[in-house]
């Protein structure tokens, strides 16, 4: 279902290629985040976000009465981390990547050098992530008491499970351009990035001890986002 839309969307812009529009390049940076879902009895123990960036290209057409279509291009990167209490150890970065077709509308406010823009992408988000495996883990021990003693008696073993490699996507997007010469702006963009599956990355951890008792839970996101970007746009002809 998902190949087949893209290639509707790809002969689209086919077909409307050859009628008059203004090719244009984008570039954006920006910092997204992402939300992990919990499961378990120890609810103390979370997969939480540390950091994040984005770096987004696409290739577009407008044409003059405002259509927009073009191709979006991205990668994103996750800085994440394990947190109980005060500790937070730093887990491996997670990157997905994402090819969408993008089509949208271009509105020029009279008399300004503002504009807007609404976009609608859609297609894939691919993970690089590798499967991995805890056994025993000890990133809780890392912080000592006074006494030279753990702060957190904490370990736990399971794994870090990548349930798809690739992922339908929707990104929703809406841009304020200021126009700074004939043929370039610079704009902010609010970003939305909408995984269609549950749960993309899943780390089960059925084991976890604690001050002698065991527990268990489940972290998991779908690698939905949010972003705030700023960029540069030209016009190429």
């Known amino acids: 279902m998902l190949k087949n839309a893209v290639i509707a969307l790809l002969i689209f812009f086919a077909i409307q290629s050859k009628v008059y529009a203004q090719s244009t390049f ?14 378990g009895n120890l609810d103390g123990l979370r997969t939480v976000n540390t950091s994040g960036w984005s770096i987004t290209a696409s290739g577009l057409k407008i044409k003059e009465d405002g259509l927009i279509y073009g191709i979006d291009l991205g990668v994103n990167r996750y800085g994440n981390g ?14 997905h990547f994402s090819i969408l077709p993008l089509i949208g509308y271009n509105h020029i406010i ?3 050098k503002f504009s807007f823009r609404l976009n609608f992408a859609f297609g894939a988000g691919i993970v690089t992530l590798a499967d ?3 056994q025993n883990d000890h990133s809780f021990k890392v912080m000592f008491t ?20 690739v992922f339908p996507l929707l990104k929703p997007s809406l841009e304020l351009h200021y126009a700074v010469g004939e043929r370039s ?19 089960d951890f059925p084991e976890v001890l604690l001050d002698g008792e065991t527990y268990s839970v489940t972290h998991s996101t779908s690698l939905s986002y949010s972003s705030v970007e700023i960029g540069y746009s030209y016009r190429i002809k």
Do not use: A, C
């Open 82 to 95: 394990f947190q109980y209490g005060i500790s937070r150890p730093g887990v491996g970065e997670i990157h």
């Open 185 to 203: 702006t610079l704009f902010v963009k609010g970003t939305l990035g909408i995984s269609l599956m549950n749960s993309v990355i899943v780390r």
């Open 26 to 39: 984008n570039l954006s940076f920006g910092f997204p985040k992402i939300n992990w879902g919990y499961s």
């Open 132 to 134: 991995r495996y805890y």
């Open 146 to 165: 006074s006494y030279g003693v753990p702060l957190y008696d904490l370990t736990f073993s399971g794994s870090q499970e990548v349930k798809s490699r």
């Open 110 to 112: 009279p008399g300004s």
